[in-house]
């Protein structure tokens, strides 16, 4: 497997550690249980599309947000997390891919 | 007082050679990380470099190190402090120096990057082994900069790497 | 049978090597398997289940038989396959699975009671006791039934790993993979071709045919020699692409010096990891059996390795030899043997209107319905038009038919495609992407369609890769029609066996059907076909055909088994290569690593780094003397400790400030400018991370410590915050670990010995933090403590840190102190509770240590919204206290709590323990526990039970500070 870093170019999959779904690209809101929860523990389990977090590690230290075929295992699209999102935790509006699709 | 006595990341540790290879540790005066701070501006005292390459300088050189980032082998401009987070990262790695004919070869045992189409003024955040490394295309070969605490480990990786090749070569 | 003047080996080099105690010879560029031929061997192996007598069949690496042990020294090889295994001098093999010997071999009584040895015997025969299974049955069964044995010592041979780059990996070099490499080449892309065989050509180095009107000889070797002069191209011999990964990564094992040892340093495999643009399948096609009685004697062979092994290796397998074929390609066996003044007895042809033109008997419509011969084939019986016959006869060529070699194409989850004109499955178009099959791997049988496929298949490659392909001419070659009648069973009595290696029968598979495993993939593992180490390469598709049969669903229905990689066996060792004792992590050494060792401290692993235990003195006889002796040596007067390993972490930018605040739980905005606080840091789920001390050396300058188990995690958390959650502010971070050597100094001679070596005296209030110089170097020094003890911390850089670190040891000896290990360092924290990962083990919260106060209520944090959850804090939870056994009794760390007359059972568990140590200090063990409720507990008198150990020891519950509470030494 190969991921392409936006900064440093085709890399082996061994330079990357894994995360998570891009979930972890929110933050919940206090007191507000639900989105606690949903935010620690519930994950689309999609056949396709998934937005997931690898961190270039052994690289140039890149968080990366990858859209990646859980079928195919193609990799579409990969983004750097700081140019992914707005600042401070708001990074309403992006919309899960694959969920309800 | 004290007395104290400055040792390399592999003192005690002569060159080798194998299969016409030589590795050899190599050390730097001075490296320091360059942050340029939100919104500055550092142009005026750097050439910044662009991703996997090396900017050459008069005593030195800057290689990418990341986005925003970079190591300023050599002496630090006056008033660069003032637009960038630096850190004195001179100890901080062990260099190790691997030249001759063949050196990609040699490395392919370890890097998981094609070194054959790297060529001068590139380099690379990347693995050696199981450590993380910069790589840098230097002349007749590479230098290789480890976390100075893995340099042995460092050292008996591309050794081991080199003898390997060598074998194959003898017969 | 040697037959003068054939084959491809060098007679000038004759190799000696050993088999089963025999000296034999051979010549360079002689596998192990046609070495023995030449020789007149042909039993070489005993069968995995029933210990039949069993030859070599192929000559290729899907050889079921051959299976042979090669040793070296006190080294041993299982399951080498002869065919693969080229001699060498001093080369020693040895058959296998057979006892006392391969000729009289004891439970050869297996095939005797073959008729109840069928498919699931075991798994209906061994039910009863169940206990028997693990302790008789199993040992007994393996025993009888197996490969190979391991050597039992670990394997210090050498292994390799290597990565590889190229535009178009070319797998296979006969005819369709040559042809892909020239065009791919000419045009200048980075090709690597790679071939599992010793030499290049594949197909073509067994045929005698021409090519543009020359023999094929000269056209390979014409073709290998441009190959070779293309700096552009790489060509990969004895290297078998072993499995195909997503992006275009390719696995591969290279055989290095299997074939040529005597040089230590010379690594026996190399596993290569190909990242390749486009690929060319040309890996070939292996010939098939055909399922007739009794069809498994040594001398039954491939009919096409007979053609290989005649023109490769200039060797003949006997000298009476007949064909059993369903398909013309095998003719063209017959007339190279009888070319070569070979006596052909007989052509058995299945088909009724085969062709009957050949110089030597031919019997179409015809079937073998039985063989003679113990150790070697004998006789066969015919069954024809005219009746049946018996043939005398020592060696039987076969073949039902061509399968192509596909099995890569099915790695990213391909399935191939039956084709009935082929009666063959073929490779799904794109089932690989970017991977183009060539040749007799999509079922194209001829030289010339090979070639040609080839020169097709390397244009699509350059096409995809956006490179023009060059005008290419396809050399004229032999262009013979394909034809087969399917046969894959004979009718007759008698055993029909489809997979060799495993032992696995026509009737085992229909057995398998009857009940109920009629899915290939079930039928797989009730009879084991197709399991065995060539993963039935040769009887895979036989075996389908026949539960097709016998299921009445057709072939293409059944389908086939999954294919995994890897395509042939590997060796765990070359996978790892490298990975091997201490090269299985990098090894990561303080600068004070030498001056510990000479002190004679024992180094123990702290992750990836080592660290002293203890530093031993004249008359210490065991560790805790050492270490009772250095924690009162900090208590009483001064010890020098390495803690360079602690994680630093280099924080920059106008917010900076904020940025701490944010990451850590409690604030760090309001720290002045030469201080450091104590943090902990808190993970998004609201459990705690993570703990330690951030200076600010600088309004917008803040240097983080973190621990040294979780130096890694925390950087790259930092710069997912970062990152993720404040890209756009003002804040860099970088790690310095290494770029600083950091040395504890405690006690309440601290002082006194800073004093002496500073080049100006420094007074810091504890907590505070500021540069000075030490011989005019300059230095940072923190005044922190994780003793209780008064205590600095000096770092400086790196290449100074020995000389310091033997600096500090000296002074502190003269004061009647000196250095301290890890040992008595975990004494001095647990005396004064703090904390190590042993405690914050990742399901622990602020609340849990006592720390919830530091979760500022006035700003936010990672992890705060988590840490709010009902049930992270509460009476309900395990919270951290400090256990003192009642009276002079041992504790261990892992034990659990009960409370006192409670059963020490899971239901009523109250708690464990996460650290003890006996204090020298308190006179007695101490302990840091987490207890339920254990704040509401203090006094209480708990069980505390290691059932591990056989411990049940009365604790007193109190806070887990045990020694100077107020803090009046730390302060000085």
Redesign the interface.
Known sequence: ??ITCPFCG?R?RREF?Y?GAED??T???????AS?DD??HLRDNPAGALRE?W?H?AGC???LRVTRDTVS???SDVV????A?????DISGQKKPGGGA | ?????????LAGQGPVTWGGLTLREVTWDRIT?V?P???ADVGALLDWPAPNRVVARDGGRIVWTGP??AFLFGPVPEGLADHA?L???????AGLALEGKGAAEVL??L????L??MGPGEASRTLL???NALIIRVGTGFEALV????????WH?IE??M??V???Q?? | MRIDGKGRIDRAAPVRFRFDGVEYGGFRGDTLASALIANGVALVARSFKYHRPRGVVTAGSEEPNALVEVIEGLQRTPNVRATVQEIHEGLVARSQNRWPSLRWDLLSVNDLAAPVLSAGFYYKTFMWPRAFWERLYEPAIRRAAGLGSLSQRGDDA?Y??????CDVLVIGAGPAGLMAALVAGRAGARVILADEQAEMGGALLADVGEIDGAPVSAWVASALAELGAMPNVRMMVRTTVTGV?????YSALER??LH?PG?A???RECFW?I?AGQAVLAAGALERGIAFPDNDRPGIMSAHALRVYLHRYGVVPGERIAIFANNDGARQVARDLMAEGVTLVAIIDTRPDAPTAENCPVYPGASVTGTRGRRALREITLRHARGEERIAVDCLGVSGGWNPTLHLTGH?NGRPLWDEGLAAFLPAKDAV?GMHPAGAATGLFSTAGCLADGARVAGLALGALGRDGPETEVPVAEDADYRIAPVWEVAGKGRKWLDLANDVTTKDVRLAAQENFVSVEHMKRYTTQGMAPDQGKSSNVAALAVLADATGRGIAATGTTTFRPPFSPTSIAAMGA?GRGT?F???????SHAASVARGAPMVEAGL?YRPSYFPRPGEATWREACDREVRMVRGSVGVCDVSTLGKI?I???DAARFLDLVYANTFSSLPVGRVRYGIMLR??GHVMDDGTTARLGAAHYLMTTTTAAAGEVM?HL??V?????????V?A????????QVAVAGPMAKTLLD????AQVDLAFMACGSVR??G?AARLFRISFSGEQGYEIA?????????FR?LVARAETLGGGAYGMEALNVLRIEKGFLTHAEIHGRITAFDIGMAGMVSGKK?C?G???S???GLSGPEREQLVGLRPVGDAVITAGAHLFSRGEASVRVNDQGYVTSVCYSPTLGGYLGLAFLRDGRARMGEEVRLVDHLRGLDVACRVCDPVFFDKEGIRVRG
Do not use: N
Not at chain 2, 2 to 7: N, P
């Open positions: 497997m190969r085709p082996d550690i995360m972890y690209l933050r919940p809101s206090e007191g507000d249980w606690i935010h620690l977090l961190y590690e230290a890149a968080w295992h193609v990799i750097a997390v700081a140019d999102g707005a600042s401070g935790g | 007082m004290a007395d104290l006595i400055a040792r390399t990341a990380s942050a701070f939100r919104g925003g980032q987070a850190t004195d990262q001179s100890d901080g790695w392919a045992r890097v998981p990057l094609d054959d189409t082994g199981h450590m976390f100075r605490s893995m340099a042995r480990t460092a990786d081991a790497a003898r390997g060598a074998a194959r003898r017969r | 050498i390799e790993t290597a990565f590889a780059f990964y997503d992006g275009g990564t290095v010096g040529r040089d340093d010379l690594p990891r990242v990213l992407p490298g090269g992590a990098p090894q990561r050494f303080t600068t780094w280099d920059q930018g106008a998004g789920d790259r710069d997912f970062r990152q993720a959650y404040c890209a756009d502010w003002d860099r970088i790690s310095v670990t290494e770029a600083w050597a002496s070596l500073l080049d030490l011989s170097v400086v850089p790196a290449r100074y840190g020995e000389s310091l600096d936010d990672i705060k919204p988590a709010q959850r009902p």
